[in-house]
């Protein structure tokens, strides 16, 4: 039972959040975030569409920069190559070409990596910066599976990719990221640790050959990066290793002192789910992980994880994962040449931990743990939130600190945690036939809680009171039918996150799956899969990442008015129909399909809300980005966007002859169950 009083909402009266702009509906995509806890609580959203004054909120610099209009038409196309162009969807981000000042940070070819991180050193440049980019681009050629890449300065991770699987006529992408947050790690020289373990043999035959480049420059909006970034690693880099801790089998606890004079502080997580925790959005609950023993032991623990942050032992925030798919997930010909939302950038999640610097700044010694956490359950009802999962996530953390005068000791009131235990609902049922063997089995699991930290604390800038708070709810709903050979997952994640440093985050995470194998006398296999997920999100001010906004290009057709633009709204979807045919005998396996996708990103106004009204609002939006792409067999056949009222169409070169064809694994390393 909660304190209901602090977010005057409750969540134990069976109230179920709706959809964040949900699968399937199309309407009022990027308005469609604000709604979803209108049936949750009971404050007045006002939805003010803004049709007709633009210009209000974008400042017009005169003549439309045709030229750089021009080169991002021609972004996803080099007729120069036969090489596909794969690549995430993703707003603009702002990296300006003529710089003049660009450093080339690693020039690599991962071929047999497994274990060999790249290894090189930054110094930083001699201009003037405010601001830092990357571009990382890679090409590939030959076959490969997708694999994981984690990129350190020294001990601390500041990157997240992963790769697309190549062709054998080869493919290239280009991610560029804004890394500003990072920015005082900029002005220091740096270890660079780039870690992306790949295997070379005679059937997978692809390296990938990567270059990273660093662009600096100066904007005259600063962003407020962090004065100081405190790493919770593994702590490798000295031995010219890689930082990662694998959880559970490594406990993912660092002991820092911190410096006395903090004025903000932030935490943020890195993780993602590997091997029995790829798919862990599939998997099934502990009880039931042996219901279908011709196709093996299910992964369990429940679909449902969180992301835990303790301090000292106390829990001082969670995070509820984005449901990340790499490029070789579930059916591979989803992801060519569009990867998955967030696969070429896995994003960290942020808990704001100012309300403990009280306890931070005493000048001793605290611990900082990452957990990850799932769901365990007897059979019989009871249910508890585990201390472990299955192997593995892969972990890092960061402790983000703005200082306050160097000569300054923040004290405060002690911390009050509202941390109820969170509201549990889970259930299951097998179908057997009459000599016992179970056909269908279907479970449903329901995860609600809210957490709040508040103390006040003392700055040279007086007394204010700081507070982090969180509201979460989760749903799962699935089955498994034909003896475990058809799955059917319906999941949403919603919640929302508010500090008292000027930031709100709405999110939504709604993804459906539903996958059937079939296995052949002659070892050949095949997958079909139906998807349709989103990730939504309404975020205003910013905590140790940069606002979107502040990183968005608009290619000199406006320059934003930050102040009439608190905040943005993103509705990005994903939806279509796939399939997966692996013959063995031939060392050959093809994909095809269809994945379409929408993303649109608006700016919004809006305040963040006080303790006391509950949920960010918002007053109205303005469409700055939208791209709608239609990808099937491999190729795009619909590329249309949209960025800042003006639209233009993509046209890409004609197929190269294998866009099909895909590295072969098992079905239970694309799927997440079935044989090995
Ligand atoms: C914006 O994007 C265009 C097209 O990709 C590019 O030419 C231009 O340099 C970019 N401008 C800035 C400021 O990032
Ligand atoms: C990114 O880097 C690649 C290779 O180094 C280069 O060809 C490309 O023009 C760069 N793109 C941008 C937008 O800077
Ligand atoms: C990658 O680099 C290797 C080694 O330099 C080279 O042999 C190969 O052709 C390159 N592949 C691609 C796709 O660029
Ligand atoms: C990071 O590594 C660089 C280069 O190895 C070293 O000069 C620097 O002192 C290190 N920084 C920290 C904070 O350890
Ligand atoms: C990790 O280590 C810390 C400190 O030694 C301990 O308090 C904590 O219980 C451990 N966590 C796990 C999951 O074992
Ligand atoms: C049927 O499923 C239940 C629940 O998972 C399991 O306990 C039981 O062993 C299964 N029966 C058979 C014959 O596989
Ligand atoms: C149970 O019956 C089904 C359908 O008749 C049959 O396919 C299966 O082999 C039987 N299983 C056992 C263990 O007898
Ligand atoms: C199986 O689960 C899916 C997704 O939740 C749902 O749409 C479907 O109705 C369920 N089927 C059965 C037979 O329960
Ligand atoms: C995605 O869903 C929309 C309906 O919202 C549908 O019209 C479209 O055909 C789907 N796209 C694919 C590729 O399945
Ligand atoms: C297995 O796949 C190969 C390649 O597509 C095909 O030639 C063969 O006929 C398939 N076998 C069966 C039983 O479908
Ligand atoms: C996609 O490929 C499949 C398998 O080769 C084929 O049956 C289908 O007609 C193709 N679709 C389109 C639109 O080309």
Redesign the pocket.
């Given at each position: 039972m909660g304190d209901d009083r602090v977010f005057s909402v409750s969540l134990n009266g069976g109230n179920k959040a709706t959809d964040l702009g949900g699968n399937g509906k199309t309407a009022h995509r990027h308005t469609g975030v604000v709604d979803i806890f209108r049936p949750l609580l009971c404050s007045i959203l006002i939805l003010i569409p803004l049709t007709c004054s633009v210009l209000a909120y974008l400042t017009a610099r005169g003549q439309p920069d045709l030229p750089s209009f021009k080169s991002l038409a021609s972004r996803a196309l080099d007729q120069s190559s036969s090489f596909l162009d794969v690549f995430q969807v993703s707003p603009p981000v702002l990296s300006p070409a003529e710089s003049g000042c660009a450093q080339t940070l690693m020039v690599h070819s991962f071929a047999f990596s497994y274990g060999q991180p790249f290894v090189g050193e930054y110094t930083p440049p001699s201009c003037d910066f405010n601001r830092v980019t990357f571009n990382l681009t890679v090409t590939s050629a030959g076959r490969q599976f997708d694999r994981l890449a984690l990129m350190y300065f020294n001990d601390t991770e500041i990157f997240r990719t992963s790769t697309a699987e190549p062709t054998s006529a080869g493919i290239r992408w280009t991610y560029l990221k804004d890394m500003t947050n990072y920015l005082v790690l900029f002005k220091e020289p740096q270890k660079i640790i780039f870690d992306l373990g790949n295997l070379i043999d005679s059937t997978y035959t692809a390296a990938f050959n990567t270059t990273l480049t660093a662009n600096f420059f100066v904007e005259e909006e600063a962003m407020a990066p962090a004065d100081v970034i405190f790493p919770i690693s593994a702590r490798q880099s000295a031995s010219n290793g890689p930082s990662a801790f694998s959880v559970p089998a490594q406990n993912a606890t660092n002991t820092l002192t911190l410096p006395q004079n903090i004025r903000k502080a932030v935490f943020s997580i890195s993780a993602c789910g590997q091997s029995a925790e790829e798919f862990w959005w599939s998997n099934v609950l502990s009880s039931d992980t042996l219901s279908f023993p011709d196709i093996g032991a299910l992964y369990g623990y429940s679909p449902f994880r969180e992301l835990q942050l303790y301090i000292d032992g106390m829990l001082a925030g969670v995070a509820w994962p984005f449901p990340v798919i790499f490029t070789g997930g579930v059916v591979p010909g989803f992801w060519r040449p569009v990867v998955g939302i967030d696969a070429f950038d896995l994003r960290e999640d942020e808990i704001d931990i100012s309300p403990f610097l009280p306890l931070l700044c005493d000048g001793k010694e605290h611990t900082f743990e990452i957990r990850v956490a799932g769901l365990d359950d007897d059979g019989n009802g009871h249910v508890t939130f585990t201390e472990t999962v299955g192997s593995y996530w892969i972990v890092t953390g960061k402790v983000f600190l703005w200082l306050d005068a160097s000569d300054w000791i923040t004290t405060g009131s002690d911390l009050v945690s509202v941390v109820p235990d969170p509201a549990l609902r889970l259930s299951s049922s097998v179908q057997a036939l009459a000599n016992g063997t179970n056909t269908t089995l279907s479970y449903s699991v329901e995860v609600q809680r809210h957490l709040s930290f508040t103390s006040t604390i003392l700055t040279s800038q007086g007394p204010s009171i700081s507070s982090w708070q969180q509201v979460l709810t989760y749903s799962n709903s699935g089955n498994f039918s034909d003896k475990g050979n058809v799955q059917a997952t319906d999941q949403k994640t919603n919640g929302f996150d508010i500090s008292s440093n000027g930031y709100s985050r709405v999110y939504g995470y709604p993804l459906w799956v539903y996958s059937a194998f079939a296995t052949f006398p002659d070892g050949n296999f095949s997958i079909a899969a139906n998807m349709d997920r989103s990730k939504n999100l309404q975020v205003i001010g910013q905590l140790a990442f940069p606002s979107s906004l502040r990183t968005f290009n608009s290619s000199g057709l406006a320059k934003l008015n930050f102040a009439a633009f608190p905040g943005t709204s993103s509705n990005n979807r994903q939806n279509g129909t796939a399939t997966y045919l692996a013959a063995p005998s031939q060392s050959k396996s093809?994909s095809?399909g269809s994945t379409e996708q929408d993303l649109f990103f608006a700016g919004v106004e809006g305040s963040v809300s006080t303790i006391q009204s509950g949920a960010p609002t918002i007053k109205g939006s303005i469409e700055l980005y939208h791209r709608h792409v239609l990808a099937?067999?491999g190729t795009i056949v619909e590329d249309e966007e949209t960025l800042v009222g003006q639209t233009f169409s993509n046209s890409y070169p004609p197929l190269t002859g294998d866009e099909?064809s895909f590295a072969r694994l098992d079905i239970k390393s694309i799927l997440g169950r079935g044989p090995a």
């Open positions: 093809y095809w099937t067999n099909q």
